[in-house]
Structure formats: structure tokens, C-alpha cells
């Protein structure tokens, strides 16, 4: 066996942001087992990238390299880290929790009999892996059992990405055995849905809608209260399945991450995947009538009522305050 | 096109849910049940797929007697018939548990197509899919939000991440995971139901599909989430509170 590795994920060409979270985390696992962290990144060019990484406190930084990994598909991310796992050995691969690690390391894990341990949020002694339950209600503690490698996936935020430190690795390539024609699926060229006309990226001021709202009809109210604070308005997954705002609006992992100065969240109960789209935000504040709503867990502020009645008052409030 | 969908029954949305004496579950004496919501849309694709192209809808579904209701629910709004897997135990059996009883089950249908939800709303593992695809041998998708059937197979939409989107050709007999919001919802008519009492549903014992082994992840303890910060709750009248937030928002944090 032979330590922690970390996958990290190339994105455009660079090194995102939640692959750095996932090195933080493979320290962290690293500390807690005793075992040297390595690195390995699998791609078709990835000479630079791999030299940046080599900068970082890692014991070896190994490029799974392969012309047939430039786009991405299950199958060869699959059969090379496969291959790469078989030689190498690891005690524990760590992922960050992308929608390609989702898509993929399921199945990779699988081949050796194994089960990811997804979306990881806190490593504790043992090692205990916690994730999210019950969409954020509960939180589950995960142990790995046997001997075999230990897959487990790191959720967007839950690590610092600037907790890795600085050192100077060896780096070393491996060219996994990849046939075309044991690709299955054939990938086509990522596309934006619809053109952008909202930047809530920098917006200042957010108000955010869920399914508290109950119909698109009730939808003013909250605009209202957005329009009195110069605020953009903004939704949860739901409200944009339904149509009722459109999908640009949409915060959380598969919408726009946001970092506003104030996040006002408006009947969201707060699922996992609408946190990692706003939990950078320097003020939260939450609205709803669940007081156990997972959404008070990360807010400054709550309000534990029925929007329908607080909202009118709040923006009243806000009316007020402002002349 | 034969089509599988594999559906689960999980808490109803915003259910109350208490942890029970083990600390390895919840208490389930008085929850409410539901489909799971990606399994609805994985459901509503697969009548879709009928409707334009005919074949067949078979829903499979593991869990205990209860899990009944949600099978009835889906044959209701037009699956045509269904497989239910008795087992008790599903919350204890890892990802890879789960998929073994489901590809037992699925294997001797041989469908076209096997359609997943993303992801379950109670346990959120959102792997069952994949791994089923693995233990099938079949090429598969995840995050799907649109299926086009072509002359060589399928043409899916695929959900990337920061509303970035991509299509992604695979043949057929393969598996997708489908993402909630890319079809509407239909409702059981009266008909439906009425008709869906005398749709056959086979039953499978878990024991029927052999043993099982031991997880390799094992579920230690459930808790209720430390709070990441101190959060202020404002009381009183919604008009009181609504004047202490604005006040609170100006003076203490200071963004207005």
C-alpha cells in the first residue's frame, strides 16, 4: 500500500479550485492515518499543470497521461485509474466531489470492490468520514472496512484550498493502456443553456426564492422585497425545474455560485447543493417556517415564521429604513 | 424499447425526522412516504420514451411492504408493470449492496434502457446508477436532463457544472441517471389508478438473490449537524421582527 492519493481535476487547462480543497482534505486524511499524500492528475497534456502541483507540501506527483483523456469520458477515466490504482496501490484515493468525479468513480470503485464515500464534509479520528443525510437535516458518520483502497470525495467547500502547503515533489508520468474502441460514449463540446443576462456573480445584494414560496403566483411578493433593497433576484433549484424563474437565476451547484454582501433566503430549507452555491456570502440571512430547516445551520439571521406574512413586513421595514 | 426504472421511496420532503435509540437510523414509525423526486423524472422520461416509440415501462423498487404505495404510484401514472425487491435492511447496505440487488433483479428482463434518479433525497449517495452500470457491463450517463433516441442508439443531454450543458451519444442497451427539472411532471389520472390495481407486480426477496456481503462502507452513527455559526433568531410579530432584522442588518453587520 502506499498512502493517500488525490486525484485532482483539470479544468480548462487549470487546476480548479475544489482539486486544491481536495489536496487540503488528502492532508488532513494524511495526518490522521500516518501516511504520505501524493498526487496524481490525470489528463492528455499536463506537463504544467503537474509542475504546479510539484510546488505543493506532496511526497509525488504522478501525470496520468493518455491522448484519449483530453475529453473527458467514464470509460477512460475508468480504465486508467484502474490501471493506475491496480499498480500503485493507495490506502485511501481522495476526489474532489465534481459532477465528474460523481460520474465515474462510482463505477471505478466498484472494479475493486469498493464504495466511494461521497461528498465528504469533516474527516475525525478513526477516520470518520461525515457526509450530509436527509438533505442536510442529519449528518451520517462513514467508516471503511477491510483492507481494500478507501474512495472517498471531498464536498466544494468543506476543506481550504490555502491550507495546502508550499514544498517541491518529484514528478513522475504513467501511460495507462487505453484502446478508442473501448470508449462507449462519445462526448460533445460543453454549451451555456441560454444567454447570460444576470451576472449574480457580483451582485451586492440577493434575494432568494425556494419552494416555501408554493406558487409562481406569489412570486411578487418576494420581488417586491428585492426591488426595496436594490437586490437581484434569485432562486433554488426547484423554482427554476418549474419555470417559474428563469434557469439563470438559479443558485447552488449545477447554477451560480455567489458571494453577496447580504443573502436574504426566502422559504429555502437549504439542501446540500443550493449551500455550495451561497455559503460565501458575508451576511445570510434565512426565512422560514421550519425552525429545524438546515438553512439556519449557516444563517446569521432567522426568522422562523410564514413568508407570506414576514416578507410583506419586511419589505415595509426596508421601505422605511431606507427614506 | 424496454425500459427499466429504478425508483426508490424516501421520507416526504420536509418530513420531521427524529433519530432513533440505535443512532443509526430514523425512527420511521410516523413518517410519511413519497417517490423519490429525481426517481419521478426518471419515471416521466421513461413514459415519454413509450409514448414516441412504444415498448414496455417496468419499475423496480427495493425496500419493505411499504414501499407498495410508491410502486402502485408509478404504475398509476402509466409504468406497466413492476418488481419489488423486499428487503428491510436498505439503509444499512452500502451503495454497491443496493446496486447488486438491483442488477439481479434487472438482469433477466434485459432491457434497452435503465433509468436511475440522480440521487436519493434521504441517503444522497447518487452512485446507485453508476455502479449498476458497472455490474451490468453497460455504458452509461449521469446528470440527464433530455433523452433523443437516434438510429444508433441515444443523443442525452447532460447537466455540467455553472449552467454549462453538454450532449453525449451513447448506444443502446446502456443506463442513465436523470437530473430532477427536465420534463413536467404528470399527475395518476382516475383511470390510472383504477387500471394500475390489476398491473402485475413481481415480488423478489432479497434471499431469493443470494447473499449478500458485508459493506465496505459502513454507516457508524447518525447526528444532528453542529451549526456553523450562531444564528440570531428575530421573534415577536412578523413586523417586529422584520424591524429588528433591518435594524440588526444596518447597525451589527452592517450591509444596508
Known sequence: MSGVWVVLEERNGRIARMSWEALAAGHALGAQVSLPVNAVLPGAQTVSMAAEIATKAVAKVVRLEHALLADYTSDAFTLALEQFIRAEQPDCVVFPHTYQVRDYVPALAARFGQVLIGDVTGIGGGPLFVRQLMQGRLNGEYRHSGDGTCFVSVQSGAFRADQAESGSATVEIFTPKIEQSQIRTKPGQPFRGSAQTVDLGSAQFIVSVGRGIKEAENLPIVQELATALGAELAASRPICDSGWLPIERQVGSSGQTVSPKLYLAVGISG?????????????????????????????DYGIVGDLFDVVPALTEAVKTAKH | MKIIVAIKQVPERDAQVHIDSTSKWIEEGDLHWALNESDAYALEEALQLKEKHGGEVVVVSAGPERVGSTIREALAKGADRAIHIDCDDLGQRDALGVARLL??????????LTLTGLQSDDLGYGQTGVILAELLGLPHASLILHVEKTEAGLTVKRELEEGWFQNIELPLPAVLTIQ???????????????????????????????????PVVVLERISAPQKQKSTQILGGSPKEAATALVEKLKFEARVL
Open chain 1, 271 to 299: 439542501a446540500i447543493q443550493h449551500l455550495v452555491g451561497m455559503k460565501g456570502s458575508q451576511c445570510v440571512v434565512a426565512i422560514n417556517k421550519d425552525p429545524d430547516a438546515p438553512i439556519f445551520e449557516i444563517a
Open chain 2, 103 to 112: 442488477s439481479e433483479a434487472i438482469g433477466t428482463e434485459s432491457p434497452d
Open chain 2, 180 to 214: 430532477s427539472g427536465g420534463n413536467k411532471l404528470r399527475y395518476a389520472t382516475l383511470m390510472g389508478i383504477k387500471k394500475a390495481k390489476s398491473k402485475e407486480i413481481r415480488r423478489v426477496t432479497s434471499q431469493d438473490i443470494g447473499q449478500v456481503a458485508p
